[in-house]
Nanobody
């Protein structure tokens, strides 16, 4: 059983920053594709960023420069650094793992395990 536990969410003013963490066990982070997704009320879940076994990352163009995904294999932890936050970034943020060393298509349905989510609220 794979367990993912997110933390680091909270309330922040527009322009502020947050760092999310996703703790796992074993070698999940080092051996698999890890990703962050988010979902706002009434909207579909969307991919924020992913990182593969080799450390290659991807983020949609409109998120690049503000969101940075990283991982610490020794700590079995995934991170998401978020800067210059705005109200449109308010959402539940989820950590997910795809049981594959590479990430491929960035589709939520292809991810095998999910955390419970951490809420990010940005006030203007």
């Amino acid at each position: 059983q794979v367990r993912l536990v997110e933390s680091g969410g909270g309330s922040v003013q527009a322009g502020g920053s947050l760092r999310l963490s996703c703790a796992t066990s074993g070698d999940i982070v080092s051996r698999n594709c890890m990703a962050w997704f988010r979902q706002a009320p009434g909207k579909e879940r969307e991919g924020v960023a992913f990182i593969n076994t080799y450390g290659d990352t991807y983020s949609p163009d409109y998120m690049k420069g503000r969101f940075t995904i990283s991982k610490d294999n020794a700590k079995n932890t995934l991170y998401l650094e978020m800067n210059s936050l705005n109200a449109e970034d308010s959402a539940m943020y989820y950590c997910a793992v795809k049981l594959s060393p590479v990430c491929g298509e960035f589709v939520a349905g292809q991810y095998n395990y999910w955390g419970q989510g951490t809420q990010v609220t940005v006030s203007s």
